[in-house]
């Protein structure tokens, strides 16, 4: 009696997994559907149709690939992808050097690292307006910290922001200052989960600090490597908020990398189906640079 | 000889120290100054060469909250937060744990998420911004709310699915003999068991939407705005109130430092382990 009483349960548990798993899966989907995918194919929509902000009387006509000749006929367009590129690549670049640095020096068990590891993960979550405002301060060419301390150095002094062959170096620095410790812990922990084998066999048979970085451990941690320069060179893309609070993309576009130049499209000359045309753009991009991932970091869950 | 190798033995110990003193300054560094300028006279705050030592006043935070109403924006914000976490984490454990076990979605419904995960905010914000305008959530907490709830979706999902599949079957198969349905497995076993994975998200996802600017900005009138939007309204194009704008950076940096010193080797597992697992 028991037995079969169990065994129906155990058998209606079977038939119901059909679809209580969708009825998980279902307020995700359904959400991610109404307020993603659809406003994303919205997007698509009006970058084929005129549409302007403050100019709805004027209806929206079917426009063909007229918005998207026009962006890429637009030298700012351009301009603001090269923002971009050097941007981006430049603070991961520099975030690279210097983490996997900081790394190579840091990666035996230290005690006390805990206290550190506090400190250092604070400029991380510090959130990128209040970060850009700290740099503001730090950066004014008269009263910043930055110049009266190169001063006092009897060094030349820099317009930091207001200059536009520094502006770019230095929002790029603010990033950096933001996630370099990332990248130190983050390739901490890759090291931790290595095997210890590799490492004890080199010690054994004499290997210099040299040989152990160049052969054993850097090979080893490649794949964290990668990872982590791919995950950074994700989210410097999207960098938006810092540079919004700092320069406004200016001097001129000295600092306009694409999104706030897609901003300023779209909400500031109010050429909506341009900047919706602008950001499919960006999407097919990052999209490329997804399939780049996919090829490093497989998901077979 | 003993004290030399000594000597050089402590040496070595000592500068892994020395450089993560170095970091931790310049990591530090600028926030202490934040705090500086934040309780200088406004007078203190205008000086070459900079002051060090100067008597703290509290005018700059008495401002912040009396001339603007930086405290509704503390609360707005502190209300956003909440709830979007709260509704992320329910909505997206459920969908993780689904995709976890039960595959629903497929093998490419995690590169799909990713997809999302890393658009840039700009991309979905043209069209959402049109369609709240039309259907009035333009100007609305909820608006902001169900904005950051399903943005954040994939990050929780990608997540959780990484501390779902390090629970052994076994016990969910227990459960199922038990008579368990798959919602009652998950709400009763599953759940209590993934308390790290999901305090980790949680802090980390509250982080995440109380920095959140873009949408805040773009999608707030007078009285949501939110505590980013309220600094973003400090700052001229021309010039920055030093003194103002970093008693109001200072504000927002407290709970999210308070936030991260209680959950922190939650949040540091939670930002490496979905990566780190993988390789």
Redesign the interface.
Known sequence: MTLFG?ND??RK?LS??RY??????A???L??F???IY??L??LY?SFHFWELGGEYLGHAFVGLSNYISVLTNPDFYNSIKMTVVYTLGAVTLELLIGIG?FL??R?P?R??GI????????M???????G??????Y?P??G?IN?FLS?LGLPTVLWLADPKTALLSVMLVDV?QWT??I???LV??FQ?LPKEPFESAQIDGASLWQELRYITLPLLS??IV??TI?RL?EA??T??TI??MT?GGPGTATEV??VF??KL??RYMK?AE??AT??I??VA??L??LI??KF????? | MGLVKFGRINLKHMWPHLILIGISAASFFPIVWMFLTSIKNPLDVYVVPPKWVFTPVIDNYARAFRETKFGENIINSFIVSLASTLISVFVGSLAAYSMARFKVGGAYGPVGLLTLRIMPPIVPIIPIFILYRTIGLYGSLQGLILLYSVFNLPTVILMMISFFVKIPREIEEAAYLDGCSEIQTFMRIILPLSMFGLTATAAFIFILCWNEFLFAVILTAEATKTAPVALFGFITHLGIPAGPVSAIGVLMIIPVVIIFLIFQTYIVRGLTAPYIEKI
């Open positions: 169990g349960k155990v548990n119901r997994r209580a798993p969708y009825l998980m899966y307020p995700a989907a959400l991610i109404a307020v993603t406003p994303l919205y997007s009006m900081l020096a840091l035996r230290i006390g690292i550190y590891r506090s400190i250092i993960f604070i400029p979550i510090v959130a990128p307006v209040a970060a405002t700290i740099w503001r301060i730090l004014d008269d009263y910290i009266q006092m200052w410790p990332f130190v812990l983050f922990a890759g989960a794949p964290v990872a982590v995950l994700i893309f999207k938006m908020d919004f609070i406004w694409i999104s897609t901003y779209g909400f909506t900047a919706a950001s499919f960006v999407l990052i999209s640079l997804l991932w996919t970091v497989r998901f077979e869950r």
